[in-house]
């Protein structure tokens, strides 16, 4: 058989093997660079057999590397314990094993490559003092290779020295004592890492071990390790190796062409034992079309669409057909995307665990651990608002227990718990397992394993739940191996460093799809399409740092010294990934590539450099198309709301008989757009509930009034007149008014009675001293006005108005009634701002005015309220605005036409004209429920998502 054949590379190199070792398959080892070539191949030499035979030893070289070694793998989460023992023996002040760990993974990293490329470790990691020391002791390197070494060494020797350089020359100095003695620790366990792995099968090869076979073919590689070449060298002076070489001339005659590097030295030290030149098949016939999609949905989508068209016209058979993802973070929304005509399909590479809800619990029930406290009088466990709310919603907890989950969210909720307790959160068997401590690996461990558990026995009876079981399965086993390699070490660690290293074990495993795996559409990743050949490519994801991947990649060797000492640099990855893209595509005659055009911010919307070099430096016409997008906002349909029978059915229960009344809330709601009104008060969709941790502002002006009146309450109705002197006794003992607050602050923000005391933080007492500062200033005003009478706090008045269609009823809480100097006042307190003028009454009944007097409004209709029982009583509306109360010229009155009002009644009958004219239009049918025309009245409100007005410049 011959490179240029019409077949694929693997029946190529199927039919050539098959026909030199007919007989004798038994006795040869097949190598591959991964397990999905392994597959492929046996199918197609299986379809040459036509009589029952053994069939050859198909192995990877990673496996066979580890076979030639004699060593047994070591576990990965083992080498780091073990790497961090060694390096607390050497360095002068170690790390925690917290800090070490991520510095353990890039040295286990760099020892891989020391050894795969059979370095020197004591003359990469020595500590250089003369110069001349590198052209003793290294001439067994290269001219070139020496002079990196040199102009790197050399830039240590300048006398200013840098904080970063000590620190390096103090973990260079201890480099070679880890590398050795962590060598001998794994030789003394019979274990390797797989770097090590091919430094010892090199040894021993090069000892002339015998391999334990004849003979030995290498079929579609491309970059060879320095290990590598020397196996391979010693397996072909001895005849025991054949090489089967996946290229084309279209990179491997050019010089220049990066794809070719790695195999045009391959031919040269071992060749191809096909004889003939492979055609130029990169440039037949093929057609490639490149799209661009904003983002990764719509990339999935754009696929969908490609494998769909090609089903239909018969292009794609299935299994002739691939998926390739660079970044197999995209593999969930791709596997929503495939059309249902692809009844098999066949996922090579699983699902991440990472990516499946289990993991998303586990990684909350750790944070439910980190966030815990406890209560300072009898020690009870008090957990995180935020980590119990993400626990109560998850799919996993809501299918056990849903109802009862959601009865503790709502009461958290209401009672506003920053902090509850255990004894609240615990109401069953499930939620008593998840409210507990777990102090330390092994705890955590069990903690996690027993709510998984439970998890699985609770929801294996209601079925379709085996996928899920599977991913808890995984999990739960991973926990384990965690908590025993811990025990074994003997080392504490804490639920952040757990979750560090339960995330080392489980990014490492995915859960594979059921499926036949020569069967069908194909869906994989970069490493997986290795040396496999497809007429139909979706290549996703076709961006610089996705495909080629991100050249930069941690080590602790510099760059100058890696490329001295032959180690692999960001040229060396860009070279392989470069081979991986034409040779993925050489044979194939339809190609899609697709790029995202999003900038996530660590991923740019740059498209790849092989699609530049396809489209400029080779003859192969790409067609081109954008998917885009107008970034411009579209503006949203007007919501518009019929009042029709259920409407007014909401709307008559504010009526006479009815047992609702419109509140002062309600009516500045509708005046500022019926259509909230509708959503709050008629269709019953409550505002977002959310947990305060901080006091907002009505939380803050609901706290002040409730001070004031339990400094005020014991004079309502007593008839007492308040003097000067009494109120400021009362600014003189700040001790009770600090009490007064504290009570208030449990009562009101924590909305339960006789709760424990909170540890405060200091932003509470911060505005703790704002709250006690503005009573003082209230209470000086009073002083300054003084004698008052108080006749009522808190006061809730009620009160029937008739209009053409009815009789609606109204109620308001005021917050203040008293007497000054004979006249009955009114008052309001707000905290906020609050214009306190006006010129026409109808000013304050304009609909959907951002400015509008609604305060004024509000006081008004107080007064209009209380009159019910006062009909010529004088009435003095006020508001306290409570923020501008310190001011010298301040005063509570309102004013019309910039002269203060001294009685509500000349105002009463225009007032309540208004009011009636209100009431009639809230029960017109014929006036729909509609959003306000000022979108400034829409940047605060609850319900701007629903209009799509949230986004207000």
Known sequence: ???????????????????????????????????????????????????????????????????????????????????????????????????????????????????????????????????????????????????????????????????????????????????????????????????????????????????????????????????????????????????????????????????????????????????????????????????????????????????????????????????????????????????????DINITMGLPLKNTPVYGLVESLIDLQQGLKESGKDGELLFYNKDVLKILGHQYILACGGEEMMNIRKEMLRRNLIFPMASFLIRDELSSMIFTRAEGAEALSDYLRAILHKIVMLNREGGGFELQAEYIFQVYIASGRLSDLVKEEKIYIGPTIFRKLLKKIIRHISVPFSGEPLKGLQ?????????????????????????????????????KLRKGFGLPTTEYRDRIYAYYFYRLIQRAKNVTLIYSTADDGFKTGEKSRFIYQLKYLSDIKLTERNLVYSPARMEARSIVVQKGKTEMAVLKKYLEGGDRRFSPSALNSYMDCSLKFYFRYVAGIGETDEISEEIDPILFGNIIHDVLNNIYKAYIGSGKLLSADDIKAFMKDKARIRSLLDDSFRRIWLKEKGVRKKQEDKTNIIIKEVIISYIQNILKHDALIAPLQIKGLETLFERSIDFNGGRAGLKGIVDRIDIQDGRTRIIDYKSGSAGKDFVLLTELFERGKSKRKKEIFQTFL?????????????????????????????????????????????????????????????????????????RDICKYCSYNKICSREEID
Not at 47 to 68: F, G, N, Q, R, Y
Not at 109 to 134: H, Q, T, W, Y
Not at 282 to 294: L, R
Request: glycine share 6%; net charge negative; hydrophobic share 40%.
């Open 523 to 559: 869906i994989m990743g970069i490493l997986e399409a290795r040396a496999l050949d497809f007429n139909n490519l979706l290549i996703l994801s076709m961006n610089e740092g996705s495909f080629p991947g991100s050249s930069a990649g941690n080590s602790v060797i510099p760059y």
């Open 1 to 343: 058989m011959n490179p240029g054949s019409t077949y694929s590379f693997l029946e190529d190199v199927a039919r050539d093997i098959y026909s030199r070792e007919k007989d004798r398959l038994p006795e040869c080892w097949l190598v591959f660079p991964g397990h999905r070539a392994k597959l492929f191949f046996m199918k197609q030499l299986s379809s040459l057999i036509d009589k029952p035979v053994w069939a050859p030893h198909s192995i990877t070289v990673s496996e066979m590397m580890m076979k030639l070694s004699g060593y047994r793998p070591a576990d990965p989460l083992q080498l780091i314990f073990s790497l961090y023992r060694i390096y607390c023996q050497e360095a002068e002040n170690p790390e925690s094993f917290d800090e070490f760990m991520l510095f353990g993974e890039v040295l286990l990293n760099d020892f891989g490559d020391v050894d795969k490329n059979m370095v020197d470790a004591a003359d990469l990691f020595r500590n250089l003092e003369s110069m001349k020391a590198i052209d003793d002791d290294f001439s067994y390197l290269e001219p070139e290779q020496i002079e990196l070494i040199r102009s790197f060494w050399d830039s240590f020797q300048i006398s200013r020295e840098s904080d970063e350089k000590n620190e390096f020359r103090e973990i260079w100095g201890i480099m070679h004592k880890l590398y050795s003695r962590f060598r001998k620790m794994l030789d003394k366990s019979g274990s390797v890492y797989e770097g090590l792995a091919y430094r010892k099968a090199c040894e021993r090869m090069e000892e002339d071990t015998e391999p334990g076979f004849r003979m030995a073919y290498f079929i579609g590689f491309n970059a060879l390790t320095i290990s590598e070449k020397r196996i391979l060298s010693k397996l072909y002076g001895s005849g025991r190796a054949g090489f089967y070489w996946d290229y084309d001339s279209s990179y491997i005659d050019d010089r220049q062409h990066e794809a070719g590097f790695f195999i045009r030295e391959n031919l040269r030290l071992f060749p191809d034992l096909r004889t003939e030149h492979p055609a130029c098949r990169f440039t037949a016939k093929k057609t490639i079309e490149v799209i661009s999609a904003p983002g990764r949905t719509a990339q999935a989508k754009i696929m969908g669409m490609k494998l769909e068209q090609w089903k239909q016209a018969g292009i794609s058979k299935g299994s002739d057909t691939a998926v390739v993802l660079p970044d197999e973070d995209i593999l969930s929304v791709v596997m929503n995307s495939v059309p249902g005509e692809y009844e």
């Open 862 to 934: 107080y007064c209009w309220l209380y009159l019910a029982d006062a009909d010529k009583e004088i009435i003095v509306p006020g508001i306290y605005n409570i923020r501008d109360m310190h001011l010298r010229e301040f005063s509570s009155a309102i004013s019309m036409d910039k002269k203060k009002l001294g009685d509500f009644l000349p105002l009463q009958d225009e007032f309540v004209d208004e009011l009636k004219k209100l009431m009639e239009e809230i029960y017109n049918t014929d006036i729909p429920f509609s959003q306000a025309a000022d």
